[in-house]
T-cell receptor
Framework: DAKTTQPTSMDCAEGRAANLPCNHSTISGNEYVYWYRQIHSQGPQYIIHGLKNNETNEMASLIITEDRKSSTLILPHATLRDTAVYYCIVRAVYAGGTSYGKLTFGQGTILTVHP | DGGITQSPKYLFRKEGQNVTLSCEQNLNHDAMYWYRQDPGQGLRLIYYSQIVNDFQKGDIAEGYSVSREKKESFPLTVTSAQKNPTAFYLC????????????FGPGTRLTVL
């Protein structure tokens, strides 16, 4: 799996957009970008994923650069409840039989949303 | 209410005792996973099961054992052979038809005294 690099921590004001970057310069053609988040002392929560086109759902938007070497997760109107650790994961859709779902969670970005 | 149940939320055991952590799901997902998380760290995969009666070791399986006798249940036993068992343990399922979209339970925080 391609390695990802994320900033250790970021701050955001409540109501403003939170833009979380992720570098994945060694990503290969069959690898998707996944984002999860983990609120303190809870299990991680799936947010969004994409291959090369920008994606949007009810939680967030994912912008992937044309060369696919980096991406940005956007929370359009951050709230205090969005304070969490955000994980960027790169993973092939097909990694062979029993390898499905073997995700590697790094240390992620600690996002703090303040009033 | 559909979801993943892990109980209890907090568990205390004496050193040298085996302990079994429960994970139950009613999402009808085939695949289930166990992760371990240490303070300030990401998640590490212990064991996973793609289907009933089958499971594979993850990256840190030593000192742990699992069973998958029913689709709904994937219990994890932390044995006395696990050198540093105190951690936050998370169970997850993978949505059928999805390759990497996982749903996580609330976790069990195990403390070995």
């Amino acid at each position: 799996d391609a390695k990802t690099t994320q900033p250790t921590s970021m701050d955001c004001a409540e109501g403003r957009a939170a833009n979380l970057p992720c570098n994945h310069s060694t990503i290969s053609g069959n690898e998707y970008v996944y984002w999860y988040r983990q609120i303190h002392s809870q299990g991680p929560q799936y947010i969004i994923h994409g291959l090369k086109n920008n994606e949007t759902n009810e939680m967030a938007s994912l912008i992937i650069t044309e060369d696919r070497k980096s991406s940005t997760l956007i929370l359009p109107h951050a709230t205090l409840r969005d304070t969490a650790v955000y994980y960027c994961i790169v993973r092939a859709v097909y990694a062979g039989g029993t390898s499905y779902g073997k995700l590697t969670f790094g240390q992620g970005t600690i996002l703090t949303v303040h009033p | 209410d559909g979801g993943i149940t892990q109980s209890p939320k907090y568990l205390f055991r004496k050193e040298g005792q085996n302990v079994t952590l429960s994970c139950e799901q009613n999402l009808n997902h085939d695949a289930m996973y166990w992760y371990r998380q240490d303070p300030g760290q990401g998640l590490r995969l212990i064991y996973y099961s793609q289907i009933v009666n089958d499971f594979q070791k993850g990256d840190i399986a030593e000192g742990y054992s699992v069973s998958r006798e029913k689709k709904e249940s994937f219990p994890l036993t932390v044995t006395s052979a696990q050198k540093n068992p105190t951690a936050f343990y998370l169970c997850a399922t993978r949505r059928t038809g999805s390759y990497n979209e996982q749903f996580f339970g609330p976790g069990t925080r195990l403390t070995v005294l």
